[in-house]
Each structure stands twice: as C-alpha cells, then as structure tokens.
C-alpha cells in the first residue's frame, strides 16, 4: 500500500485497504503558532461583516501530482468534468471561498483547493441548492460534510505554509475534504470507519478521477502505520483526546490538527519537534461529530 505508483490516474476502487494500528507518548504544551484573529465558525459571519474586504487572491498552482504537470504547463484545470448544467456553480464557489477568505483563512493554496473542488458532487442531490453555503450538511449515518471554513481553517494550519508530502485524514465521511487535501499535498490517504460512507467517498471521488487519494476503510484511531510518517494529520471527528497512535505517526516537524472535546470542543494544535517531544495549542472552538473506535 504504501509505494508510489507510477502510472496514473489510478482508479480508486484500487486502492482501498484496512488500518491496523501502534500506541504512542504524548504531547506537552508550548505555543508556537499564531491563530488568525478572526476563526471561530460559530462567529464567523458576524466576524466577516466586521472584516475590511479580502484582497482579491488568484487560483494558486494545486501541487497534486496530476495537476502540477497541468499547472505548470498554463493548464489548470478545476476537479470537475466539464458539463454546461453546473457552469453556475464556479460562481457560487467562488462567492463561497471569498466568505472562507473574509472570514481568515489566507493561504492561497488552500483557497484555490476550495474554490477547485466542486461541493456539490459530495453532498445528495436533494441538498444540493445548500452546497455552497458555509455550513455543515448531512451526509447519510448520522455524520456530516464539514463546513468549508473548518476544512479550509484545519488545512491551512496543518500546512503552515509548508510543502506537505505526504497527509492522513482521519473520517474520509463524503470524501469532500480528502479531495481539498488532495490539492495541497502530494500523496492523501484518508481512513473511515463507516462501511457505507467509506463506499460513498469511493463513488463520489471515482468521477473526479483524483490520482493522489487513497481510501481505507478501518479504525482511524489507530491511524496508517503502513503509510506513516505523516507530514500533516487532521482529524475529521472529535475524541476527548487525540490518539496517541496518530501522534507517533508524525515526522519530527509534522503537525496534526483536531477537534477535541465532546459538548465543548476546540481545535488542537499539535507539532512534534523530536522523537519523543511533542508541543500543543489550544484554537479555536469547533463542532464535529464524535471520533468513535472500530469499525461498522
Ligand atoms: N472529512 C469529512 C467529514 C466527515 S464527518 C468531509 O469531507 O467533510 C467525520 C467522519 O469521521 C464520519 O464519517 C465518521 O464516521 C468518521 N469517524 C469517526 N471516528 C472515526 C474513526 N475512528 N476512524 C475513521 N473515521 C471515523
């Protein structure tokens, strides 16, 4: 599972798996990150009535490996095929992406991934008018689509304006934020431990034909051992703590963003800075859907 593939695009039912898992030390707590001022979700829109108007950004190069041939060559193109029937929705994801940028996420690369990856197609039919709102969707089993800002807000600080090789996602749910991800980083493996949503993230990715996403089905809690280290780790669901399997699964300089908490929730910050040293920082509040252990 875990060697480069040379040819591409891959088909996605090809690369499907199950996790297995090690246990890990723990993080202490020493504050090496800025958060933007303006970040909460819950304040978001007051916050964004109160921000000055976002500079106009552009569409960055998305270092996919597919699409960094294509971009360097002057050749963008959206993760989407072309259809006449969906043309409006470039437009309203743009106006999404422009609220995600009022409301602070700055990082340009981050941005042109949400403005690239089509909402819509990860979301049913019957919800669709809704995609492009800044709000979490119901996806089936009683889990959601993450709101755009929270999937733009976890990337941008997990990247830090670095070069990420290889990232794990832990709660594939729809695929949406495997696909964002996909943009930024090189390699994206992303685990769900809903059989049915696992299978929906396959059937929602396979059209977009995404060459840089693996898909396993398993235990996120006890992370990818086969495929680690990990640049960047974020966790899609929230657990009291983050396992400490996934924090050993990091390089030494890599960052892992999640929810933690159960009513309350906040997202952590956490950067290992040696082989057994790992710092911790508390941001801002958040709402996710429980990180559950074992599969279904
Ligand atoms: N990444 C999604 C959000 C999915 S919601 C998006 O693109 O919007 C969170 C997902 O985490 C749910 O599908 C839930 O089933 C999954 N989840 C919870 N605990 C998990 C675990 N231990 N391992 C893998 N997935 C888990």
């Known amino acids: 599972m875990t060697e480069k593939r040379s040819t591409f695009p891959l088909p996605l039912s090809s690369v499907t798996g199950s996790a297995k898992g090690s246990s890990g030390a723990k993080g202490s707590s020493t504050p090496s990150y800025s958060p933007a001022k303006v970040a909460t979700p819950q ?6 009535a109160h921000t000055p108007a976002a500079k106009p950004w552009s569409l ?56 690239a990856v089509p909402r819509h197609r990860f979301i049913d039919e019957a ?38 090789q290889r990232v794990l996602e832990i709660g594939t749910g729809c695929g949406y934020q495997a696909a964002v991800l996909s943009c930024v980083a090189q390699d994206v493996y992303s685990i769900e431990r809903i059989k049915p949503l696992h299978e929906l993230a396959k059937s929602n ?43 050993e699964q990091l390089t030494i300089g890599g960052r892992l963003v999640a929810p933690v908490g159960v009513r309350v929730q906040h997202l952590q910050l956490i950067t290992r800075i040696g082989k057994s040293e790992w710092t911790s920082e508390t941001l801002e509040d958040c709402h996710f859907v429980p990180l559950r252990s074992g599969t279904v």
């Open 43 to 48: 304040t978001a829109t007051r916050n964004a």
């Open 60 to 115: 960055p190069p998305a270092p996919g490996r597919a699409q960094s041939d294509a971009l360097a060559r002057g050749q963008a193109q959206p993760l989407q095929a072309p259809r006449p029937d969906l043309m409006v929705s470039d437009a309203i994801r743009r106006a999404m992406v422009q609220r995600v940028a009022k409301q602070g996420v700055q990082d340009a690369l981050v941005l042109g991934a949400l403005e």
């Open 127 to 164: 919800l669709s008018a809704q995609a492009y709102i800044d709000a979490s969707l119901p996806i089936g089993h009683h889990q959601t689509i993450s709101q755009p800002y929270i999937v733009g807000r976890m990337i941008e600080v997990m990247r830090n304006g670095g070069k990420l």
């Open 205 to 247: 990715l396979r059209p977009l034909r995404i060459p840089n996403i693996r898909l396993h089905y398993g235990d996120g809690m006890l992370g990818l051992p086969q495929a680690a280290p990990f640049d960047g780790i974020i966790l899609a669901a929230a657990g009291i703590e983050v396992p400490q399997a996934l924090l």
